[in-house]
């Protein structure tokens, strides 16, 4: 005796276990691609950091800018012994100003003050002082009829004992095109010393050589969108891809906040221009 099975069940069975394989290897798939870019710790490549996804990489370099609050994060108290005045945070605010006058002047002015006693800190409260609140009395005074536009403003935290100072300073001097500038101050509280960027990649476990190459990706990505730019007749910022300022180890900014590495090429430093290009570690 012959016994047919009606197709349309064995399909139906079929389906479900063939459903059930799909939605297991999906699960798996998404859960690989967490561990390894959003729970960054187990990375090899990015040490003791944060991984980055693709998706949120473009994300933190937009919010780059929402940064400088001018505020210094919850500190712990073990800091409390190496302040100046104890009853103020490690950085504070020590001279605003936010004058206006007319069409000749307008500032928007918070220079910050690392509250460390430590020759090192003595230092970089008086190379702060001299320029940014200088500046700002300097514009104040000036009987200059041209149009001057002048912010500063903060970001700072404490990661791994390191504490991490970023100002970042736009002008807009008479008819000059606008420029914007960024310097950055990290300094070890535990060993009173300034730190680079290779120390902190040795102290976080990353890989230089991915560092490099993302360096590298992000340099020629903004290159090429500029080229672009320039065959459409704009006036560009002219990267040389072969400038020694794009090697790891001649990075002077970078910004160390909320588990994660800001370099940052700020060509505002050295000439009047508002580019700037920035890697996300």
Known sequence: ?????????????????????????????????????????????????????????????????????????????????????????LIYTSYTNNEVKDDIYSLNVSVPY??????IAKKYN??????????????????????????????CDIQDDVLSLVIYESLVDGNNPQKVSIKTYNYNLNSDKEVDLSYVLNMENVDKSYVQD?????????????EDLKNLGKIIYERDLKDNIYKVENVKDFFFHNGS????????????????DLVVI
């Open 261 to 276: 590495i800001y370099i940052i090429f700020a060509y505002g430093n050295d000439t009047y221009t508002t580019e700037m």
């Open 214 to 226: 993302r360096i590298n990706k992000e340099i020629e990505i903004a290159h090429k969108n500029a």
């Open 126 to 155: 008086e190379e702060i002082e001299n320029y940014y609140k200088n500046k700002a009395e300097e514009i104040l005074k000036s009987t200059s009829k041209k149009r001057t536009l002048f912010t500063v403003k903060y970001a």
């Open 1 to 89: 005796m012959n016994v047919t099975i009606p197709e349309n069940r064995i399909d139906k069975k079929a389906k479900i276990v063939y459903a059930t394989i799909i939605g297991i290897c999906v699960i798996s798939i998404i859960l690989v691609i967490y561990l390894q870019f959003v729970d960054g710790r187990i990375v090899s490549t990015v040490g003791n950091l944060k991984g980055k996804s693709e998706l949120n990489y473009d994300e933190l370099k937009s919010e780059f800018t929402l940064l400088f609050d001018n505020a210094f994060p919850i500190e712990d108290e073990k800091y409390s012994n190496i302040k100046e005045e104890p009853s103020k945070k």
């Open 114 to 119: 690392i509250n460390i006693k430590s020759k």
